[in-house]
């Protein structure tokens, strides 16, 4: 069975840093681009950062400067590097990824989420 699973969020002061990861886990046999989206309470889910196999990569304008999108494809895995970060910034990440199971068509996936909260 095919998922993400995500890990390293968590709580940090305004101007701290964390580094989320999501592994691609199962028979896959291949994956398109990548993103990490986030949702804050009361709001719509938004796309943060997305990155093609070969690195090309795409912001929001809210983190550009701040927070660093990568992946490792012999790992299964991309990450998300936040820097400088901002009350603003709380929010449930999720990661999300265009996939080929073995045997299957493409499917979008999406993993369970994980809490980063920015406070003083």
């Known amino acids: 069975q095919v998922q993400l699973v995500e890990s390293g969020g968590g709580s940090v002061q305004p101007g701290g840093s964390l580094r989320v990861s999501c592994a691609a886990s199962g028979r896959i046999l291949a994956i398109k681009a990548m993103g990490w989206y986030r949702q804050a309470p009361g709001k719509q889910r938004e796309l943060v950062a997305d990155?093609?196999?070969?690195?090309?990569?795409n912001y929001a304008d809210s983190v550009k400067g701040r927070f660093t999108i990568s992946r490792d494809n012999a790992k299964n895995t991309v990450y998300l590097q936040m820097n400088s970060l901002k009350p603003e910034d709380t929010a449930v990440y999720y990661c999300?990824?265009?996939?080929?199971?073995?045997?299957?068509?493409?499917?979008?996936?999406w993993g369970q989420g994980t809490q980063v909260t920015v406070s003083s």
């Open positions: 990155i093609t196999p070969v690195g090309g990569t």
């Open positions: 999300n990824a265009d996939l080929k199971p073995y045997g299957s068509s493409w499917y979008n996936y």
